[in-house]
C-alpha cells in the first residue's frame, strides 16, 4: 500500500451528499483542523447506494471538536472517544485520525485505542480498504491509501494489512466483514476468509455489549438468512447468541425454524428500521413459542414469563434499555392471543381490553412481528391484517 494517496474528482453530483455534513466538515476546517467525510458514506455513493449516515474524522482531538460545537457536541466512548454532534434532528460521529497501536512481540485484543496521527496513518488503521476512503466535500475530490478503490470495482472485501493480525485486534472485524459481504454481495479474499475462520474463537474476546449490538445491526441488513448461515458455519453462534445455540442443537428442525423467521425478517419492507424490541421478537420467537406449547399448566402470564426467561440473557449482555425487554416480552406474549392456534389455551382479546392495548407503543411491532411469523410458518397473513383493522386506530377521513 503507498504512501501517496490516489486522488479522483468526485465521479458523482456534490448534491449527494448531506449537506449539515458537508456544514460540520466546514466548521472544523475553519477553526483550522484538517478534515474528511469518510468510510460507509463514501463507500456508497460510490457504489450508487444512500448512506444511513455520514462519519467524519478529522486532526482535531475531542476537546477541540467540543470547543468548536460546543453544546451541540458530547464525548462518547471509552476505548475510542468519539465526539457525537447535533445539527438539526440529525447526529454526526466525529473520530480523531489514529495512528497504529504500539508494536508488542504478541498481538492482543485492543482495550484501548487512543494514539491520535494524520489522516495517512487513520486510513491504515481501518478494517477493509473499502471503509477507508476520504471524502474533501470543498475540493470535491477522494483519497485513497490502501486501494479501496480498485476494491470496489472488483467487489472485494480486504483487510488492511494481515487479517490474522487485524481480526485479533478487534474480533468484531470478523462480525463486519460477514455482515458487510452480505449486504453489498462482496467477496472476501482467500486470506480474509481463512482468518474469519481460524480466528472465530477470539471473537468471546470482545466485549459482551458490542456483540450484542453487533447481533442487531446484522439482523437490520435485511440480508440476515445469509449472514446466520455464515455465523453458524464459522461456529459464532455459542459466543454471540449461547441460548440460541444450545436451543439449535436440541433438535436439527430448529436450525430450518429459526432460519425461515429470519427470511421472513428480511422480506419485510421496512420504512423505517425496525426496533431493537422487534428484532429481539423474531430471533427468539420460535424457541418461546415452542416451550409455550409444551407447558402443562399453560396460565394466562405464561407467555410473558418463557419470553423473559429466554430474552434476559441477552439483556444482561447488551445492557439495553429496560423498556427495549419489556417491549419485546409484550411483543411475544400478545401472539398467543392475536393467534390462538399457538397457545394450549384460548384466552384471546376482549372487547374491553382494545382500548388499553390500542394505547401500548409495542402494538404495532407487535403486529408487524406477527405477519412475519404467519410468512414463516407459511400461512395466511389474513389474520394479521384482520387485527390491524380492529386494533389500530382508523385515520379520520377528509371532507
Known amino acids: 500500500m503507498s504512501s501517496a494517496p490516489r486522488v479522483i474528482d468526485l465521479p458523482f453530483s456534490a448534491k449527494r451528499l448531506d449537506r449539515r455534513a458537508v456544514s460540520v466538515v466546514s466548521q472544523l476546517r475553519q477553526a483550522g483542523h484538517e478534515t474528511y467525510l469518510v468510510g460507509g458514506c463514501v463507500r456508497d455513493l460510490l457504489l450508487g447506494l444512500s448512506p444511513k449516515d455520514f462519519d467524519i474524522a478529522t486532526s482535531a482531538t475531542p476537546q ?16 475510542f472517544p468519539i465526539v457525537h454532534v447535533r445539527s438539526g434532528q440529525e447526529i454526526y460521529e466525529i473520530a480523531t485520525f489514529r495512528s497504529a497501536p504500539k508494536k ?17 496513518s487513520d486510513a491504515l488503521r ?38 490474522n493480525v487485524r481480526f485479533k485486534e478487534d474480533p468484531v472485524r470478523i462480525l463486519r466483514l460477514i455482515k458487510f459481504m452480505r449486504r ?20 468471546k474476546e470482545a466485549a459482551a455489549a458490542r456483540i450484542a449490538d453487533e447481533v442487531l445491526r446484522l439482523m437490520r441488513t435485511k440480508c440476515m438468512t445469509g449472514v446466520f448461515a455464515d455465523l453458524f458455519e464459522l461456529k459464532l453462534l455459542p459466543t454471540m447468541l449461547p441460548e440460541v445455540s444450545h436451543w439449535l442443537k436440541q433438535d436439527e428442525n430448529n436450525y430450518q425454524l429459526l432460519s425461515r423467521q429470519l427470511a421472513a425478517l428480511d422480506s419485510m419492507p ?7 424490541a422487534l428484532l429481539l421478537a423474531c ?42 425487554l419489556s417491549d419485546a416480552k409484550h411483543i411475544l406474549a400478545l401472539q398467543h392471543r392475536l393467534d390462538t392456534d399457538i397457545a394450549p389455551k384460548k384466552h384471546g382479546i376482549s372487547s374491553k381490553a382494545i382500548g388499553p392495548l390500542r394505547r401500548q407503543p409495542y402494538l404495532k411491532d407487535a403486529l408487524r412481528y406477527c405477519e412475519i411469523r404467519l410468512l414463516a410458518a407459511g400461512r395466511d397473513t389474513q389474520l394479521c391484517q384482520d387485527w390491524r383493522n380492529k386494533l389500530l386506530p382508523k385515520a379520520p377521513s377528509r371532507r
Open 64 to 79: 477541540q471538536v467540543r470547543r468548536v460545537f460546543g453544546r451541540r457536541s458530547r464525548i462518547i466512548g471509552k476505548r
Open 126 to 163: 481501518r478494517d477493509f480498504t473499502i471503509n477507508a476512503l476520504y471524502l474533501d466535500p470543498e475540493s470535491l475530490k477522494i483519497y485513497d491509501w490502501t486501494d479501496g478503490l480498485g476494491d470496489l470495482e472488483k467487489r472485494l472485501m480486504r483487510s488492511i494489512g494481515d487479517p
Open 283 to 324: 430471533l427468539y420467537g420460535p424457541m418461546v413459542e415452542q416451550e409455550v406449547m409444551a407447558t402443562s399448566n399453560y396460565e394466562f402470564h405464561t407467555p410473558q414469563r418463557v419470553a423473559v426467561s429466554w430474552l434476559r440473557g441477552f439483556q444482561e449482555r447488551a445492557h439495553m434499555p429496560r423498556h427495549v
Open 184 to 203: 453489498l454481495d462482496f467477496d472476501p479474499g482467500p486470506a480474509e476468509i481463512d482468518a474469519a475462520r481460524s480466528l472465530a474463537s477470539v471473537v
Open 104 to 120: 508488542s512481540k504478541e498481538t492482543k485484543t485492543l482495550a484501548r485505542d487512543t494514539n491520535y496521527g494524520t489522516v495517512e
Open 270 to 276: 421496512w420504512r423505517n428500521s425496525p426496533s431493537g
